[in-house]
């Protein structure tokens, strides 16, 4: 048996494509157009690369884009100033703070500043607690990705047994809420559990995202498994040969040993290509709904989740 592959590029080029069109629609009918302002601080290299994506994606949408880039010696104060600024802005429905932020800026002070109705993250603890007890909420990109690629996969998830490995705030947590919405019994795993393995042994569905290179072992996997790698690591590929600086070149790996894990599982995400633009592609569902919510108007039914 050989695991089908899911195509996280493929689901969200056409989930794109549907948002373009609906932005397209709300332009054409004199709603006006929704705005996306991103903030970067610092040059973490990873963060530029993803920013430029976001905001490839929001400007091919149709989507008006608000680029913003501080240098890592900006004070925290400035910081939750301009996040005022973008709060009051009324051509800016969504707001996004790229993380890792500098460590002498408070991470929850600068999340926690972003008015909730703008948090297309869905990290402002307004969302994580509406999220929590099952109220309408923004829901943050990488997890919504993952659910829709389950659920395209699977259909229902009710009662199903689903593994998650991590449990950071971006990740782990908001995916064990969303799946336990969806009526599974979850078990998360995290850096202190005894037996990691055992837990993962159990699910129907894996979620990894420990952000530790080829962790979840192939005979860690029950066979048939839905797997859902979230983990993005760059490590050394000798195999590539060398780099310019002399160094050995690089490559992309998940938090799952692809290759072997393909014989185990019944379908399976690959990293990259697979939750990455999914988490690019629901930050601009996120936009939308942003847009409709402050304009009073419900989403289009096209975009439902
Ligand atoms: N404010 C936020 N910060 C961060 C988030 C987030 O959701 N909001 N998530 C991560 C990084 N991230 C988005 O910002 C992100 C990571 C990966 C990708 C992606 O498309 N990956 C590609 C590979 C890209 C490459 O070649 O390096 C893939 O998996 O195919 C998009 C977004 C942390 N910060």
């Not at 332009?27 to 601080?41: E, Y």
């Not at 969504?94 to 991470?107: E, F, M, T």
């Not at 599982?265 to 999914?278: H, K, L, Q």
């Not at 847009?291 to 009073?296: E, L, M, N, S, Y």
Request: hydrophobic share 45%.
């Amino acid at each position: 048996m050989t695991a089908r592959i899911i195509d996280g590029r493929e689901r969200a080029h056409r989930l794109r494509a549907k948002i373009k069109d609906t932005v397209s629609s709300f332009k054409q009918d004199g709603l006006g157009t929704p705005g996306l302002a991103v903030v970067l601080v610092g040059s973490d290299p990873a963060s530029e690369v993803y920013v430029r994506s976001k905001l490839r994606a929001t400007e091919e949408a149709g989507i008006q884009s608000f680029s913003h880039h501080f240098e890592d010696t900006v004070t925290q104060a400035d910081l939750l100033a301009f996040v005022e600024r973008l709060n009051t802005d009324p051509a800016v429905h969504g707001i996004l703070v790229q993380l890792p932020l500098p460590a002498h800026i408070d991470k929850l002070a600068v999340i926690n500043a972003i008015a909730p109705d703008k948090d297309v993250d869905g990290f402002h603890l307004e969302n994580v607690g509406r999220l929590a007890t099952g109220q309408p909420s923004f829901i943050p990109c990488t997890p919504l990705g993952c659910l829709m690629l389950l659920r395209e996969e699977l259909g229902d998830l009710r009662g199903r047994v689903a593994t998650i490995v991590g449990c950071s705030n971006i990740v782990g947590h908001p995916m064990a809420e969303l799946l336990l919405k969806n009526e599974c019994t979850v078990l998360i795993a995290h850096e202190y559990t005894r037996d990691t393995g055992a837990l993962v042994r159990q699910a129907d569905i894996v979620v990894a995202a420990a952000g530790v290179p080829g962790l979840i072992k192939a005979d860690w996997l029950k066979p048939g498994a839905c797997v859902i790698d979230v983990g993005i690591n760059r490590v050394a590929a000798p195999e590539k040969g060398l780099a310019d600086d002399g160094a050995p070149k690089t490559k992309l790996v998940g938090d799952v040993d692809f290759a072997a894990a393909l014989a185990v599982a019944d379908a399976i995400t690959p990293v990259p290509g697979g939750v990455g633009p999914m988490t690019i592609a629901c930050l601009l569902l996120n936009t939308v709904d942003a847009f409709c919510t402050q304009a009073g108007r419900a989403k289009p039914a096209c975009l439902a989740a």
